[in-house]
Each structure stands twice: as C-alpha cells, then as structure tokens.
C-alpha cells in the first residue's frame, strides 16, 4: 500500500514506549538523542506509584515522583505526546483508575489520547483471549499462554476493574497487535481501524514490535530502514526504551547510529496519535470487517512463533538505575 505523507515525505515513523522499568536516569538520555534528532515520539506513564517489591517493575518512576514528572512535562511541551499505560503498574479497580487519569489531567493539563495495555493487568480493555474474534484462535492462545487468570476486564461492566466508559470517553487509539515487521502496510492496509465488537473503543491500532534494545537495533537495522523507505511504509515501533538502552548514562552505540542513520532520511516523524489522526483523516472507512480482523489475529500467532524463535536476550543495564543502592 501506498499512502501521500505530509510535506513530500517517503515514510511514517514513531515509537510507542511502554513505560516499563523506565527511571529518570534510564530514559533521559535517548530522549535527548531523540529530540535532538526531530524524532517527536509518543512515551507512556504510569500516573499511580505502586510500591510492591514483589513487582517486576519495582523501582520504575511515576507521575507520582517528582522530578520524574518534572521530566515528562518538559518531554511534551517540546512536543512528545504522553500516553497511558494504566493506572499503576500492578492491576486497579475502577476508582483506581479515575484517580490516575484524573492525575494525568491535573499534571499535563489533558486526558491521554493513547493507550496500551499493560501486561497482566485485570483492568486491561479487550486483553488476552479478549482480542481474539472466533472460539478457535481464544483456545490456541489459551493453550499458548496456560494461564487460568482472568487479566482483560476492563471491558467488563459487571467488574470491580470495569472503566470501559471512561476508555470510550478519554481514550482515542488503543493498542491491538503486535508485529515482526517494519512496516505495517505489509501486515494490514489498516493500520488504525474501528471495531464494532470492542465497543468501549474508539480506534485501534497495530503495530511493530520490539521488546528490548537489542530487538529494536535488529528492527530498525539499515537493510529495514531501506526497506520502508523504499516501500512508502508506516512504523509504529512498540517498544520499552527503559530496556537496556543506556549503560553508564550513555545511549547504546548501535541504537545512537541507527537512530542518526533513520533520522538523515525523507521520514515524517510524528507522535502516534498525530500519525493515527492522518491515517483516519485519509481513510475513507474505518471500520474493519470479518475477514480483515481474522486476517490481523492469523498473521499475529505467525509473528508470535516466529518471535519466540527469535527473540533476543539483552544486558539488563536498567537495573542500576532501578536499584541504585544495591
């Protein structure tokens, strides 16, 4: 698929960085790379501290702390856009979850546009077997994650963890599926979509995945970058830029030239929602049907095996600054 992007540009690319494992020390100085570059992407946060040491993302940084805060206001007055990862780290009931978006409002001035759910969080919106539209695929991803907990219900309006109301009315784009490609055109010609059967939200989006610094190195390598300039593509880059991308408060070498090397090309590089405005703006329907939704569900266990095969392990350089006592 090809698609006219703003002022003459080949390509779409920004990233979507999941808030996880994120400090202020660990996220400072590939954010300055980025602005540096013109790179004005969109960075999650977590409005609510939860402080349970038996959390894997204990010692990540909040709206709650202070300079942390002072930060994300600084990232989006020079035009990142902050969007939502959930209340907290750990699940939250729906009281919980006013309160955090309240936060949110109260210290950046607006409610989130965008928003991706959170691990295993029992409020997450259309999560887990959730997304899945036939009994076959809800099974096989049973049987791929062999979990009996029930972590998708913020959708539910009989649960203690229901804000679907408050989703439909605050939340313009919500994440859906994750993928092993640059550019996304090559999944689905529509990358940001409406879906009748997920009522309590407004527009999905796909996107490309990338778990860590060295999955995100291999991603955005030059032979990709070629490839989705050359294509006229979209990338919407999922990734936790809290994950191994600074050591010694110094961005990743190969992450520092990759990025340089991307930004030198006729990109268009705005945040995920500005990007999603564009697509919806130009598409003439949005709705997606039967068939393109079993197509994005199909491709995504294909994509799911394949990462599993693939997947990279890289140096937890984060947890100096998570734990910086120890």
């Given at each position: ?10 390509f779409a ?25 013109g ?31 002072d ?7 020079r ?19 006013q309160?955090?978006?309240?936060k949110?409002r ?9 928003y ?17 539209t036939?009994?076959?695929f ?12 029930r ?13 679907g ?68 593509g979209?990338?919407?880059?999922s990734?936790?830029?809290?994950k ?22 006729n ?8 990007l ?13 049907d ?13 994509h ?8 990279r392990t ?8 998570l734990?910086?006592?120890?």
């Amino acid at each position: 698929m090809k698609i006219s992007w703003p002022e003459n540009k080949q390509f779409a690319f920004t990233i979507f960085d999941d808030t996880d494992v994120s400090t202020l020390g660990n996220i400072t100085p590939v954010y300055e790379l980025l602005a540096g570059l013109g790179f004005r992407t969109t960075k999650s946060v977590w409005p609510l501290s939860a402080n349970d040491p038996a959390s894997d993302y204990f010692g990540s940084h909040t709206l709650e702390d202070g300079k942390y805060c002072d930060y994300i206001k600084s990232l989006q007055q020079r035009g990142f856009e902050i969007a939502y990862h959930g209340a907290r780290m750990e699940s939250s009931s729906r009281n919980m979850v006013q309160k955090s978006l309240q936060k949110f409002r109260t210290e950046l001035g607006v409610y989130p546009r965008a928003y991706a759910c959170h691990a295993g969080n029992c409020e997450n919106l259309y999560w887990g077997e959730a997304r899945f539209t036939i009994k076959a695929f809800k099974l096989l991803f049973q049987l791929l994650n062999q979990s009996k907990i029930r972590y998708s219900e913020g959708h539910r309006p009989e649960s203690r963890f229901f804000w679907g109301d408050l989703a439909k009315k605050y939340i313009n784009y919500a994440r859906s599926f994750s993928y092993d490609e640059i550019n996304l055109f090559n999944i689905s010609p529509r990358v940001c979509y409406a879906d009748s059967r997920k009522p309590f939200l407004n527009y999905l989006f796909i996107s490309s995945d990338a778990d860590n610094v060295e999955e995100f190195n291999n991603l955005i390598h030059l032979k990709n970058q070629e490839k989705l300039e050359r294509q006229g593509g979209v990338c919407i880059l999922s990734t936790h830029l809290g994950k191994g991308f600074i050591k010694e408060d110094a961005v990743n070498p190969a992450t520092k030239y990759l990025l340089e090397r991307l930004s030198q090309r006729n990109g268009w590089f705005p945040t995920v929602s500005q990007l999603l405005d564009y697509l919806t703006g130009t598409c003439r329907e949005t709705e997606i049907d039967f068939t393109q939704r079993i197509n994005l569900e199909l491709k995504w266990f294909l994509h799911s095996f394949k990462r599993k095969l693939t997947a990279r392990t890289y140096e937890k350089s984060e947890l100096d600054y998570l734990f910086p006592d120890e």
